[in-house]
């Protein structure tokens, strides 16, 4: 199916069901619109079970400066619990051991003088109850680090907060039960600087005890036993 006459590459070699030729600089080249209540499966449904090695659907779009390859909106009041503004779900038993699959697989690589490129942005705002810009429920996260295998997070470089002085690790309610280090520095000439437990005990991984005092801005340590 054409809508003009300005393509004439011969088409009857290739796979296509249906072609659309258009020049059009404005509006849609294609539509589809429906008015009903609908409830179905999908007013716009893709079905290739036999496909292997290749894409379902593409879009390319090498022209494009400041608009979108695909657009998703919905401005309606009708959203209810588990509205999905998109849904990817990938299931079944691979035939196959040891592969790898992506549910999402997003790639910015854009090059240029004094550019900056950003893989993901999410954001959430408006809930009266909470605003989650993301939730990742199972698996492991890695920043810097392709195979997070140890650790629910792992980050392959330093962290830090955006700002001196002005963040905490944990609270008063929530803390870590062990943190483990090759060296800790502390400096700050304001700050006071808390170690120890509730009984004002600091022990040494290597057995034994140091008792240890603050008494006039004196710091005293002194072998006790264990």
């Given at each position: 199916?054409?809508?003009?006459?300005?393509?004439?590459?011969?088409?009857?070699?290739?796979?296509?069901?249906?072609?659309?030729?258009?020049?059009?600089?404005?509006?849609?080249?294609?539509?589809?619109?429906?008015?009903?209540?609908?409830?179905?499966?999908?007013?716009?449904?893709?079905?290739?079970?036999?496909?292997?090695?290749?894409?379902?659907?593409?879009?390319?779009?090498?022209?494009?400066?400041?608009?979108?390859?695909?657009?998703?909106?919905?401005?309606?009041?009708?959203?209810?619990?588990?509205?999905?503004?998109?849904?990817?779900?990938?299931?079944?038993?691979?035939?196959?051991?040891?592969?790898?699959t992506y549910g999402a697989f997003i790639s910015n690589t854009h090059a240029g003088t004094t550019s900056t490129n950003?893989?993901?942005?999410?954001?959430?705002?408006?809930?009266?109850?909470?605003?989650?810009a993301a939730i990742f429920d199972q698996g492991n996260v890695g920043i810097g680090q392709t195979t997070p295998n140890t650790f629910k997070l792992e980050v392959g470089g330093n962290i830090g907060p955006e700002a001196d002085?002005?963040?905490?690790?944990?609270?008063?309610?929530?803390?870590?039960?062990?943190?483990?280090?090759?060296?800790?520095?502390?400096?700050?000439?304001?700050?006071?600087?808390?170690?120890?437990?509730?009984?004002?005990?600091?022990?040494?991984?290597?057995?034994?005890?140091?008792?240890?005092?603050?008494?006039?801005?004196?710091?005293?340590?002194?072998?006790?036993?264990?």
């Amino acid at each position: 199916n054409r809508n003009n006459g300005t393509d004439t590459t011969d088409h009857a070699t290739e796979n296509y069901i249906v072609i659309v030729d258009n020049t059009s600089t404005t509006g849609a080249v294609l539509g589809i619109t429906n008015t009903g209540g609908y409830t179905g499966t999908g007013i716009f449904n893709l079905t290739s079970n036999s496909a292997t090695t290749g894409t379902l659907a593409a879009i390319t779009g090498n022209g494009l400066s400041t608009g979108s390859l695909l657009s998703l909106t919905s401005a309606g009041t009708a959203g209810l619990t588990n509205q999905k503004g998109l849904n990817i779900a990938l299931s079944g038993t691979n035939g196959t051991s040891a592969q790898t699959t992506y549910g999402a697989f997003i790639s910015n690589t854009h090059a240029g003088t004094t550019s900056t490129n950003v893989g993901l942005y999410a954001t959430a705002s408006g809930g009266t109850t909470a605003n989650y810009a993301a939730i990742f429920d199972q698996g492991n996260v890695g920043i810097g680090q392709t195979t997070p295998n140890t650790f629910k997070l792992e980050v392959g470089g330093n962290i830090g907060p955006e700002a001196d002085n002005t963040r905490a690790i944990g609270s008063t309610g929530k803390r870590y039960a062990d943190l483990f280090a090759s060296n800790i520095n502390v400096t700050g000439s304001t700050a006071a600087t808390n170690i120890g437990n509730s009984t004002g005990v600091l022990t040494l991984a290597s057995g034994g005890a140091s008792g240890w005092t603050n008494t006039a801005g004196n710091l005293g340590i002194s072998t006790v036993t264990s």
